[in-house]
């Protein structure tokens, strides 16, 4: 059996891969040899040199990014799906219909299709792994945020059942369900909000994307050998199940 943490000649698929916890994992899988590709809707021109600009919720482009990735690379052995949106902290009775729609679309439909492209490239090779990034909301469900919560609800139930699916495969499909990280996703949320989620940490912090990263980096490996379809807490301590 092959333990370790030594992705070399892998190649790697990070959605949302150019900035916070997508960022993180990106450094993680290249300082463990891998060969990661960043796709993001918004492309920096740092990674534009071997990245892909591509939206997670639009069906062709995907196709045509994994056509890439296999051009440029001749495979892809793993993917994480960590593109995400939070929205607005409102309660219920006043979230937005049209937002409501688009952090779906994005956090749980996105998952879906991207999975849905990748899987068959990953079942060919015999050998796979796929990450998503869930979050505690989707266990806890975070008030003024049921959209996000719903959604990476959503995401976590995709989990259980594509890992079920591919278990005979070689694919093993996890998920990671951070509590609130330090990233500029935080921005998009109020204060009061962020201070909220930091007060329920028993370790009274927030988490580092570095931290989620390590976890990630050890899912993506060929030491993570018997657990699919499963969802690893970075929690501090406030997971309740």
């Not at 070399?8 to 959605?15: F, G, K, N, P």
């Not at 994992?25 to 796709?39: M, T």
């Not at 993917?79 to 949106?85: D, E, F, I």
């Amino acid at each position: 059996m092959h333990t370790g943490h030594n992705l070399a000649d892998r190649v790697a698929v990070v959605t949302g891969g150019s900035r916070g916890i997508g960022r993180a994992i990106v450094a993680a899988l290249r300082r463990a040899g891998a060969i990661a590709v960043v796709w993001d809707r918004d492309l920096p021109a740092a990674d534009a040199t071997d990245g892909i600009a591509v939206d997670v919720t639009d069906r062709l482009a995907l196709e045509g990014a994994v056509a890439t990735v296999r051009e440029r690379h001749g495979r892809i052995d793993i993917l994480v799906n960590n593109a995400g949106y939070a929205g607005s902290t409102v309660p219920v009775v006043d979230y937005p219909e049209d937002e409501w729609r688009r952090i779906l679309e994005v956090n749980l439909t996105g998952t879906f299709l991207v999975c849905r492209t990748v899987v068959p490239t990953l079942v060919a090779n015999g050998w796979g792994r796929i990450v998503n990034v869930a979050s505690l909301a989707g266990k806890e469900g975070t008030p003024n945020a049921s959209a996000y919560s719903a959604s990476k609800a959503g995401v976590m139930a995709l989990t259980k059942s594509l890992g079920k699916e591919l278990a005979t495969t070689g694919v093993l499909v996890n998920a990671v369900a951070p509590a609130a990280v330090r990233t500029s996703l935080l921005d998009q949320m109020a204060p009061a909000h962020v201070q909220t989620m930091i007060v329920k940490s028993p370790m009274q912090r927030l988490g580092e994307p570095e931290e989620v990263a390590e976890l990630v980096l050890w899912l993506c490996s060929p030491a993570c050998s018997f657990s699919t379809g499963a969802v690893f807490d970075l929690s501090g301590g406030r997971a309740v199940y």
